[in-house]
């Protein structure tokens, strides 16, 4: 599949668990460290609105601040700077630059995307887990970005964003894919304060 259909995936699965977030829900703990379902929806809204800022040489530090104001409708936030992302991406010439994140700093265009994907991929799985949801991804999606990211998981593990897990031998894709950024297959709500580090606390 072509990257921003993978994109798009990623964004079909987060905001369907979104969607399904309850008013009691959003300040459920996750398997993030310190984080609740409000902290996560609010970190991928910021990161898929700073794309466009991001690729056209900005820090999107104007955009941060009015992505952050989610509170009023988070579902509307996600679909419009998911689909402004996407939009961002798709323009002629959009991956062939470089980008200076403030974070990571100067990576490829392309690598940006990526980020994206697993962003919204892996903190669907989160938000679903948190609060109850069904918590299986999109297989399609799951194999393409499990091949497209296995082959950096030194890399992966040694960003220090992530405390990686042995996936046992049997594991599915999913399974896989969410040790390879630090997720227990097994979390649970109540069993949160003895979760591993999985969480991102910058981008992806």
Excluded at 82 to 108: C, N
Aim: aromatic share 6%; glycine share 6%.
């Amino acid at each position: 599949m072509e990257l921003n259909d993978l994109l798009e995936l990623a964004h079909v699965e987060f905001q369907a668990r979104v969607a399904a977030v309850s008013s009691l829900d959003w300040e459920r703990p996750t398997p993030c460290t310190d984080w609740t379902v409000h902290n996560i929806v609010g970190h991928v809204a910021v990161g898929d609105a700073m794309v466009r800022p991001w690729l056209s040489g900005k820090d999107g530090s104007d955009v941060r601040e009015l992505a952050s104001g989610i509170d009023s409708d988070p579902l509307a936030a996600c679909r419009r700077w998911a689909s402004d992302a996407r939009a961002a991406f798709d323009e002629p010439g959009a991956l062939d630059g470089v980008v200076a994140h403030p974070i990571v700093g100067e990576m490829p265009a392309l690598q940006l995307l990526v980020f994206r994907i697993v962003d919204n991929a892996v903190h669907a799985w989160d938000v679903a887990i948190a609060t109850g949801q069904d918590d299986q991804l999109d297989p399609q999606l799951v194999a393409s970005l499990y091949e497209l990211v296995e082959p950096f998981a030194e890399m992966i593990e040694s960003s220090g964003q992530f405390d990686p897990r042995e996936a046992p031998e049997n594991a599915t894709a999913q399974e896989k894919l969410l040790a390879l950024f630090g997720r227990d297959p097994d979390w649970a709500p109540a069993a949160s304060a003895h979760a591993p580090k999985p969480a991102t606390t910058e981008e992806t």
